[in-house]
């Protein structure tokens, strides 16, 4: 495929762009991926639904005020051009974006890709030393924060210029941007010109950056968002996860804006207040991560959500026990769907009457998937392996030789472990680097988190493998009990005899220690390299009187 010539300036990130040879092989299967050469994903998602829908459709709802999609195509050509007269961005040029889901994140969003330019999109609650990996990495010529965020920025660059919002000073953004004209000429990209920089989410502790085209925006909300979530105008949507996130970018942006929908922001929201939240604005769609489907049953509000229609999880493995609870208490069918910064959003899930409690489902319409060993051929049905993916986004990593390993023969090889089911139906089994081997047995610990997940007392369980002298790994499970539950001796052998009676004795987890929470990424991911480094420190190990069971 020939790159279409670039409207970037500053080349920055075609020059960065991965060897050719290194790319997967995409795919435009369907009549809705065939683009045109030149194309602005914002004025695609902004301008193109006003003339669908007109200016005076609700947009953006907060708690406080909502925006029409003429009030956010206004600001963010107001803000556009703050950008392009006060600070001279050029087409190229790279903006980070800090602050939490409020409608000036998303009128920035807008305004750098309409003025040309390319979001590195990043999460507030990133640590100096982590900013400064993404600073040295991406190479922006500004940064725009809001006020409330800008501590750990300044200190990762103080020599990075800074424009703040919300704080109402002189110079902040929102105060610039009344005094600009509401028109903007949107810089006519190409579909194949970088728009995006998004960092992964951290799991491993090494920052990568992913780069994806301004077709690659639009791509998924016409795969996923069109065929699985079969999204409608009339939607509401809102989730937790942030936008500086490609899963909340999707569910609370790119998808609702595609069909002429409206998003429900929430900067913050415990579990009740996001109840609360969604049954005052009638919300339909709702984007959030296992743990918090959990949390909402434990409110006792799950039941009184009628207005919903679409429930989305990713980011973690959907427990089993927790979908049909859910499923119980409000008739929805979480869609528990897999994706990836590296492919920006959903590429396996299904809906409705296709969706197997337990699998993650088929291919979403215009992906391919396979089942590959570790030479990169398919592998029989029911036979674990490799998740392998194709179709119209993929891996390209911003000076990176970790896409050697990411990409093979064509495919996204995800890092995860998986088995295909005679019906074409896939299951997720573990990171490829969470399948614990333990005395010969292959064990994935996602299995074992899903007993545990089971129990009452179990608000959450992470299981990695542990060094053991006799049997080189073990099963070592951090769990987090429910308010009122005793961790203890007792509670440990309980747990183990639970496990025992859910899945294959041998699986059972011999040590369990319990924590007052799991170590998480800002999009709620569990960091398990910190758990495998905690399971290197000295503990004791609970092992109940053995019979043959247990073996």
Not at 223 to 240: E, N, Q
Request: proline share 7%; glycine share 10%; net charge negative.
């Amino acid at each position: 495929m020939q790159l279409v010539d670039s409207a970037h300036v500053d080349t920055f990130c075609r020059d960065n762009l991965p060897p050719r040879e290194l790319w997967p092989e995409f795919r435009f299967d369907l009549p809705e991926l065939r683009y045109p050469g030149r194309l602005n994903c914002a004025e695609q998602l902004l301008d193109e639904t006003i003339r669908a829908f007109g200016a005076d459709r609700p947009c953006l709802h907060t708690p406080a005020e909502t925006w029409t999609y003429g009030d956010l195509r206004c600001r963010s050509n107001q803000v556009a051009r703050v950008l392009t007269e006060d600070f001279g961005l050029v087409p190229g040029n790279r903006v980070l974006l800090r602050g939490p889901n409020n409608p000036w994140l998303v009128a920035t969003w807008f305004a750098v890709l309409k003025a040309g330019g390319v979001v590195v999109t990043t999460m507030p609650l990133l640590r100096t030393g982590e900013i400064a990996s993404l600073f040295a990495l991406t190479r922006p010529m500004l940064s725009v924060c809001d006020t409330r965020f800008t501590e750990d920025l300044t200190a990762a660059d103080p020599s990075l210029p800074v424009l703040v919002y919300g704080g109402g000073e002189p110079g902040d953004l929102i105060t610039r941007a009344a005094t600009k004209r509401t028109e903007f000429t949107t810089v006519d990209t190409a579909a194949d010109d970088v728009a995006l920089l998004a960092p992964t989410s951290g799991t491993t502790g090494k920052p990568k950056a992913t780069m994806h085209f301004h077709r690659d925006v639009l791509a998924n909300a016409d795969t996923f968002g069109k065929h699985v979530l079969k999204a409608t105008a009339d939607d509401v949507f809102t989730g937790t996860p942030p936008i500086g996130f490609t899963f909340g970018l999707g569910g609370l942006v790119i998808f609702p804006m595609r069909a002429g929908a409206s998003a429900l922001l929430l900067e913050r929201a415990n579990p009740e207040e996001l109840a609360d939240a969604m049954a005052r604005h009638r919300v339909t769609v709702l984007f959030t991560a296992p743990t918090a489907y959990k949390a909402i049953l434990a409110t006792g509000k799950a039941s009184g959500l009628v207005s919903l229609r679409r429930c989305v999880s990713a980011g973690e493995y959907l427990a089993k026990p927790v979908w049909e609870e859910f499923f119980r208490a409000t008739g929805i069918r979480i869609i528990d769907g897999i994706g990836g910064t590296e492919l920006l959003h959903i590429f396996i899930a299904t809906a409705d009457d296709d969706i197997r409690p337990g699998s993650t489902g088929k291919p979403v319409p215009g992906f391919h998937a396979a089942v590959l060993d570790d030479d990169g051929n398919p592998v029989p049905d029911g036979v674990a392996g490799r998740l392998a993916v194709k179709g119209p986004t993929g891996c390209r990593y911003l000076a990176d030789e970790r896409q050697r390993v990411y990409v093979h023969k064509g495919w996204n090889i995800t890092g995860d472990t998986f088995v295909r089911d005679s019906d074409g139906y896939y299951w997720y089994q573990a990171r490829n680097d969470d399948m614990i081997i333990s005395s010969g047995y292959n064990i994935a610990g996602t299995e074992v988190e899903t007993a545990l997940a089971g129990h009452p007392d179990v608000l959450e369980a992470a299981v990695v493998g542990a060094p053991d002298p006799g049997r080189g790994t073990i099963v070592k499970a951090f769990v987090v009990l429910r308010d009122g539950a005793s961790p203890g001796d007792a509670k440990v052998v309980e747990l183990q005899e639970f496990v025992k009676k859910a899945i294959a004795p041998y699986k059972y987890p011999r040590d369990i220690e319990f924590v007052p929470e799991l170590p998480k990424t800002g999009t709620g991911k569990i960091q398990r390299f910190l758990l495998r480094q905690l399971s290197l420190e000295p503990s004791r190990t609970h092992e109940p009187v053995r019979g043959p069971e247990t073996e």
